[in-house]
């Protein structure tokens, strides 16, 4: 097999519970609300997650099928009858494409519904019901994500910015299609694993430029000891989620 038919999307939010502004479905809209081509025209040359889904599928000689994207600014709980009606537009035009080889989304992690704190497992789990199992769902996904057990298990794979600001979500766009050729084509199976440490990181230690550059320079010995260790940590696939693959 060499082209295989992709299908784009995703629903990104990074719910902030303690916000009173409702994240409905004209907030959405707002932001980004896409449908088929649309997604063209709104992602090309953005060098975003689905920028980078859909330059590594053109440069494979893949076909790209655009499907629905929903995005908005961080803000307050979105109501169940949104979530639901974007969840219905995603899913369902995934399901009317003939001869789907795979699935690529992009999500945040931090999404939660009025009655759902975990907006990406809930979406991941009906959308794995209602596909073929041997089609794959490869998922990227911000740093800020609150993993769950329920993303590990309805998802082939899930991969994770590791620069704040986040200025590797091209890469990881690129990462997903390619991790999806290792899948469809190689025959490669990826089995993930998910281990949490009792520990919090706060995010002014994972700033990467300038701003990283001075507070390592200014930095005693110790202290810089420990915020290269911090880096490290959080530099890897979504914390501590580690993706092994093994030959089928």
Known sequence: MSVLNIAVGGIQHETNTFS???????????YEWLYGDEIFEHYDGVRDYIGGMIDQANHEGYTVIPTFSAR??????????????????????????????AVCLALHGAGVVEGIDDLEGELLEELRRALNPNVPI????????????RMVEH?????GVK?????????????????IKEIVVNKVIPVMHMTKLPMMIPTTHTISGQAFEMKLKHSRKKSLEM??????????????????VVPS
């Open 163 to 179: 620069e704040y600001p986040h200025v590797d979500s091209y890469e990881r766009g690129l990462d997903a299609v390619k991790f």
């Open 20 to 30: 009173n502004v409702s994240s409905d479905e004209n907030f959405f809209k707002l």
């Open 155 to 159: 998802a082939s794979a899930l991969l």
């Open 72 to 101: 908005a600014n961080p803000s307050g709980v979105i109501p169940l009858e949104t979530f639901k009606t974007m969840k219905r537009e995603l899913i369902n035009r995934i399901l009317e494409i003939k001869e789907l080889d």
């Open 227 to 244: 915020y290269l260790i911090v880096r490290s940590i959080i530099r890897s696939h979504i914390q501590m989620l580690h993706i092994l």
């Open 138 to 149: 490869v998922v990227t996904l911000d740093l800020h994500t609150n993993l769950t057990e």
